[in-house]
């Protein structure tokens, strides 16, 4: 079963956020996705380069995060390429215990990119973790339907920043705070 939380969410939302969980709960974050380059390792949500930036203004083709609770370590697998050498994956999959962040965010300076929390995995701590992550968010933000909003978001959307999924998606399926 997958566990999914949607957002709009500003890097102060999601540093605010992050930081009360790492609080109670110090986690580890690392790009999800193949890599030819060693995988970058940060062990604080403040350490994350781009956060809360959006790169390409759509939620699905942005980057995304794996979060492991520390002292956990991140399973990777490598990819023999044809040329020589390798490539690195990192995926849920492998990692037990984790949770995928797709933070969404500012984009340009139009709109705030929709973003997700999320497991597939069945395992207790995958659960654990998504579910102390998910408790924090909806304490800290407001709910407008299912999606919740950040203070600063919020704000965002009030001076006129588009709430979508993409930049180039119909205005008319973006949130409207109400």
């Known amino acids: 079963m997958t566990r999914r939380t949607f957002f709009f969410l500003t890097r102060?939302?999601?540093?605010?956020?992050?930081?009360?969980?790492?609080?109670?709960?110090?986690?580890?974050?690392?790009?999800?996705?193949?890599f030819t380059d060693p995988i970058r390792v940060c062990s604080s949500a403040i350490d994350v380069e781009g956060l809360g930036l959006s790169q390409l203004g759509d939620c699905v083709r942005d980057r995304q995060y794996l979060i492991l609770p520390k002292p956990g370590q991140f399973t990777t697998r490598t990819l023999p390429l044809p040329a020589g050498g390798e490539k690195v994956l990192i995926y849920p999959d492998t990692n037990p215990g984790s949770v995928v962040l797709n933070p969404g965010g500012l984009f340009s300076e139009s709109a705030v990119i929709i973003g997700e929390l999320a497991t597939t995995l069945k395992d207790k701590a995958s659960i654990s973790l998504y579910k102390s992550l998910r408790e924090t968010l909806r304490n800290q933000c407001f709910t407008v339907g299912n999606i919740i909003v950040g203070q600063d978001a919020a704000a965002k959307a009030n001076a006129g920043y588009r709430l979508c999924e993409r930049v180039t998606g119909p205005v008319e399926n973006d949130l409207v705070m109400t």
């Not at 102060?12 to 193949?34: A, F, Q, R």
């Open 12 to 34: 102060h939302d999601l540093l605010t956020w992050l930081e009360e969980v790492e609080s109670k709960t110090p986690m580890s974050y690392t790009v999800i996705g193949s």
